[in-house]
């Protein structure tokens, strides 16, 4: 089975020498932080997690950690329900019709920080010093919220 995404593809090659590994997991634990909170999410990973579901729900652990802890720092359609595989795939994916005619996850993401930080006067280093913090996630939610309702009218999704 494929994978949406993986931490480790991101802490190898050319990855910021004084960021912990950890940070390659924040951008993938935003997403998934927004399909738990959507119920996006299989039910066997509900069986399997319902804890820790529970707490990154009530802001406990972030979805970075859920990563990390739960999900072996790997994001795959295993995660995911049927419409969480189905929004995945055409928005977390950079390549796909929907991301070129909307946005995809990780332009969003970058362009999200990018505002912050140039609102804030600084300039993250790369896309991987962004914090894993519920602060940040709130700044990123409503885009995904905004893609969520795009994407349900261009693939024409009925709930």
Same mark, same amino acid.
């Given at each position: 089975?494929?994978? /949406?995404? !993986?931490? $480790? ?5 050319? @990855?910021?020498?004084?960021? =912990? ?6 951008? %993938? ?6 399909? %738990?909170?959507?119920?996006? %999410? $299989? ?7 319902? !804890? ?15 990563? %990390? !802890? ?6 795959? =359609? ?12 055409? @928005? ?9 005619? +909307?946005?995809? &996850? ?6 999200? +920080? ?9 300039? /993250?280093?790369?896309? @991987?010093?962004?914090? !894993?913090?519920?602060?940040? /996630? *709130?700044?990123?939610? =409503?885009?995904? *919220?905004?893609? &969520? ?7 024409? /999704?009925?709930?």
């Amino acid at each position: 089975m494929a994978k /949406y995404d !993986d931490a $480790s593809w991101h802490y190898g090659g050319e @990855y910021p020498e004084n960021l =912990p590994d950890e940070n390659a997991a924040t951008h %993938i634990g935003m997403f998934l932080t927004w399909c %738990i909170n959507n119920e996006l %999410i $299989s039910e066997e990973l509900v069986q399997d997690s319902t !804890d820790e579901i529970q707490s990154v729900k009530i802001r406990e652990m972030t979805g970075g950690q859920f990563l %990390i !802890d739960i999900c072996d720092e790997k994001f795959s =359609p295993h995660d995911l329900n049927d419409t969480g595989n189905g929004f995945a795939q055409a @928005y977390y994916n950079d390549d796909t019709v929907f991301g070129k005619r +909307f946005s995809s &996850f990780t332009d969003d993401y970058s362009e999200t +920080f990018d505002r912050k930080a140039e609102e804030n006067n600084f300039e /993250y280093e790369s896309f @991987y010093h962004v914090e !894993d913090t519920y602060e940040n /996630y *709130d700044l990123i939610k =409503p885009v995904i *919220d905004q893609r &969520f309702e795009e994407w349900k009218e261009f693939s024409g /999704y009925v709930v």
